[in-house]
């Protein structure tokens, strides 16, 4: 009975286990957390002590009865008891065995099966594994039967400060800019503690500066970095090095700390003006510079850099503002300064400039330093230089007459040397342009004659060149286009301007036109051309034939009368005379050739004289029939010739049977071949009688002689 009762009392208490647990004697050295006692007692106790101890600690610290606590990185020189397991059941006679299984049992956590005291035999490191969840056990010793389910419970490994803080991203670097207002915030940086950041201060972080005041400061919790003096000039000093402290325990002494360097780099700002290395620039250039040459560099410094350093520059002043200009070069910052006009040292020898250099990107907050610009002043030195000679026109355009009597003048040229030391100059035509030699030029005066006869008609412009030459340089030559125009003068007569041919109908009315002329003349008169038409003095009364003037410059000859005949007279000829409006006029006579036809009713032109259309053939009607005949005859001789000849032919070719053999052996001993071909003589092949014929020819004669033979 008192056994049921042990059995009844085991099954109720069974889920009860109590970790009765033996405060460890290290945890009084614990900066934290020493008071965290606990006693033997029903679960329900522990739950109670545990919900003081909650309201005792730290408000995160939660206290739960199935935990042990260990200090990490503790090494004495026995292993740390870490607690101890007891159940209140009552074992009776049975002794209990604890057993102890789950993370580290047996390696890290040692229990002794009797009492039930749990000792790290490591050393822990939390930062490494912060808790273990180990399964304890109370079994009967003897037979090892479990005397309640198994429980699980964690160890957990209490935080020591053995982590200092480190900055994970550093060396840093950062900027802002130049002259900026106290207290800008240039960066912020972070350090990170391995160290229980829940539990403790051991990660705790406070930052400090090291190095870099008082241009810099930090702020303690934040970590950022701000300015500390006002208008730090990059031109001054450009890079501060800072070196930034974080330590944990809040910053108290026994914390650890770590440093960070953090460069500041400030970034410039235009509050420098540019400002000219000279006052005062010289420049010379020779007068016959090519224009848009670069004369010279200005250049005004500027202390900002980039973009703040650039300047424009500008010509505001000065007595050569139209003859120079200055542009900017963006790359070497300076300005250059080119000529824009031509120069003439004998008409200027020098000239002053101001020249000026502003900054393009103006900051607004440093207008009140002053004008952010600088001016200087250039001046310009014009050097003489030897020039070539100048016409007085850049072309010429001369006249002539085309009866111009030779070596007469035609026109004048000149030229001067615009330099001071001036040369007389000496003149040429250049003979590429001239290569007939139609003119010559008096080499002082610049007078062109002419050298050789003109015609309008052949040449209207002679487009030559002149060479001035100055005599002390022979170097210094410059050329100009002379264009002579040829002007007409009369001289040539007016002529008819076709080969004319008129036919004159037999049935013609009197009055009527027979043809229409025109006159052409090569001559080119200003007021155009105007043609007077004459017949002979002794035709003017000519009986069959008239002249009338038309209104364009033609003439139409008409007939007189109607009794016009073939039969009694084929062709007239009327010579009609032609002179223009020259002054002097000249006259040419032309003849027309007329022809009498017989012509339909409605006056179409139907036969003439059969000559006068065979005529223009070249051969009459007689020839060629004297040329067939001839032709007919030739054929009728060769027929008959062929004829008689193939008659002659049969006995021939017998009767040179033994001359033919003869061939064929002389060929065979002399063995020449086909190649021997000196060994015949072609002409002889027309000859059946030649000694030495051609072979095959010869042989196909034989063989034609033995069929006939067999024949
Ligand atoms: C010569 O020059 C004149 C005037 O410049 C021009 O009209 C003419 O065409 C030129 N003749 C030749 C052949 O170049
Ligand atoms: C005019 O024609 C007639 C014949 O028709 C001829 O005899 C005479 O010579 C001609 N006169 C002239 C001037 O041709």
């Known amino acids: 009975m008192p056994e049921r009762l042990a059995e009844m009392l085991l099954d109720l208490w069974t889920p009860l286990i109590i970790l009765w647990i033996t405060l460890p004697p290290c945890i009084y050295m614990a900066p934290t957390n020493q008071s965290q006692v606990l006693m033997s007692g029903s679960p329900l106790e522990l739950n109670r002590l545990g919900e003081e101890q909650r309201i005792l600690n730290r408000s995160k610290r939660g206290w739960v009865w199935n935990q042990m606590f260990v200090l990490e990185e503790f090494s004495g020189p026995e292993p740390i008891l870490v607690g101890r397991l007891h159940t209140d059941l009552d074992p009776g006679s049975k002794k209990i065995k604890y057993i102890l299984s789950g993370d580290g049992a047996g390696t890290i956590f040692q229990i002794n099966d009797v009492t039930g005291d749990i000792h790290a035999i490591k050393r822990l490191d939390r930062e490494e594994k912060a808790e273990y969840t180990l399964t304890a056990q109370a079994v009967d010793w003897e037979t090892s039967k479990p005397l309640e389910p198994p429980s699980e419970f964690i160890i957990k490994v209490q935080d020591i400060n053995d982590n200092a803080p480190e900055f994970l991203n550093g060396p840093y670097h950062a900027t802002v800019p130049e002259m900026s207002i106290l207290g800008t915030s240039v960066t912020n940086v972070t ?50 090095l800072v070196v930034i402290q974080a330590k944990d325990m809040g910053g108290h002494s026994g914390g650890l700390s770590g440093t960070t360097t953090l460069t500041v780099t400030l970034t410039d700002v235009n509050d420098n003006p540019p400002k000219f290395a000279q006052s005062l620039y010289h420049f010379s250039v020779p007068e016959d510079v090519v224009l848009g040459t670069a004369i010279g560099r200005v250049k005004a410094n500027d202390q900002d850099i980039g973009e703040n350093a650039q300047s424009s520059y500008d010509i505001i002043d000065g007595d050569g503002t139209a003859l120079f200009e200055i542009t900017s070069d963006a790359q070497a910052q300076d300005g250059i300064i080119r000529l824009r006009k031509p120069l003439d040292f004998e008409t200027k020898k020098s000239y002053t400039l101001k020249v000026e250099a502003a900054n393009v990107h103006i900051d607004p907050r440093f207008s009140g330093r002053g004008p952010f610009k600088d001016t200087a002043t250039v001046k310009i030195v014009v050097e003489d230089a030897d020039e070539p000679p100048v016409f007085s026109s850049p072309t010429y355009l001369l006249e002539v007459h085309e009866n111009a009597a030779l070596n007469s003048v035609i026109g004048q040229v000149t030229a001067r040397d615009p330099d001071i030391t001036s040369s007389p100059i000496r003149f040429s035509i250049d003979r590429h342009t001239d290569l007939e030699r139609q003119f010559n030029i008096n080499a002082d005066d610049g007078k062109i004659t002419l050298a050789t006869p003109l015609d309008r008609e052949l040449s209207v412009w002679h487009n030559i060149t002149i060479i001035a030459t100055e005599i002390r340089n022979h170097s210094q ?42 006159a052409m003349d090569k001559d080119d008169p200003k007021s155009g051309h105007y043609f007077l038409y004459s017949l002979l003095p002794e035709m003017v009364n000519n009986p069959n034939f008239t002249i009338k003037k038309n209104e364009d410059n033609s003439l139409s000859i008409l007939a007189k009368h109607n009794g016009f005949n073939r039969q009694k007279q084929e062709v007239y000829l009327l010579p009609i005379v032609i002179s223009d409006s020259g002054n002097p006029p000249l006259s040419s006579t032309s003849t027309l050739t007329i022809r009498v036809c017989g012509c339909s009713n409605d006056g179409v032109v139907q036969s003439c004289n059969v000559e006068a259309y065979v005529l223009p053939i070249g051969l009459s009607m007689g020839a060629l029939i004297a040329i067939l005949a001839c032709i007919i005859l030739l054929l009728v001789i060769v027929v008959l010739f062929v004829t008689l000849r193939r008659h002659k032919n049969e006995p021939l070719i017998i009767k040179d049977d033994e001359d033919v053999r003869e061939n064929i052996i002389r060929y065979d001993d002399e063995g020449g071949g086909e190649e021997d071909t000196e060994a015949f003589d072609i002409a002889t092949l027309q000859n059946p009688d030649g000694i030495n014929g051609f072979l095959p020819h010869n042989r196909r004669g034989l063989l034609g002689g033995i069929s006939q033979d067999a024949v």
């Open 191 to 240: 350090a990170t503690d391995a160290d229980d950041p829940v539990y403790g201060n051991s990660a705790k972080l406070v930052y400090s500066i090291l190095e870099g005041q008082p241009y810099f400061s930090i702020e303690p919790e934040t970590a950022v970095i701000k300015t500390a003096l006002p208008n730090m000039d990059r031109e001054a000093k450009e890079e501060y």
């Open 477 to 518: 030559i410059s050329r100009v286009p002379v264009a002579i125009k040829v002007l007409d003068v009369n001289d040539n007569a007016p002529e008819f301007a076709s080969e004319y041919e008129a036919f004159l109908c037999e049935n013609g009315k009197p009055g009527q036109v027979i043809q229409t002329v025109s």
